[in-house]
């Protein structure tokens, strides 16, 4: 059972930057690729970003495009989530997941075989 461990949250300003981590209890170089989504109260998971560990493609949502950077460190069995010029509204808890095998959604939650717990990250305006 992969464990995720995620770090790096907090209370910004609007406008100001944060960066997730997203750490592995194992290796993770077989595994399939990594997301990160965000849960508001109320509201279903949305997709954020995502990462494949062998060739390193990434997606991201629409909204932060340009804004956000994914990337992932192999050896540290890490992803991180680099969050610029945050909104107000993408307050949320952001949550990593991991996907074993390919041919699946990667957009979807569904898709996803392990789960962190989630680390809150708050925007005031």
């Known amino acids: 059972q992969v464990q995720l461990v995620e770090s790096g949250g907090g209370l910004v300003q609007a406008g100001a930057s944060l960066r997730l981590s997203c750490a592995a209890s194992?290796?993770?170089?077989?595994?399939?690729?990594m997301c990160w989504f965000l849960q508001s109260l109320g509201k279903e998971r949305g997709f954020v970003a995502y990462?494949?560990?062998?060739?390193?493609?990434?997606f991201y949502a629409d909204s932060v495009k340009g804004r956000f950077t994914i990337s992932r460190d192999n050896a540290k069995n890490t992803v991180y989530l680099q969050m610029n010029s945050l909104k107000a509204e993408e307050a949320a808890i952001y949550c990593c997941a991991l996907v074993k095998r390919g041919g699946v959604g990667v957009y979807s939650a569904r898709s996803y075989d392990y789960w962190g717990q989630g680390t809150r990250v708050a925007v005031s305006s």
């Open positions: 194992e290796r993770t170089v077989n595994m399939f690729g």
């Open positions: 990462i494949s560990y062998n060739n390193g493609v990434t």
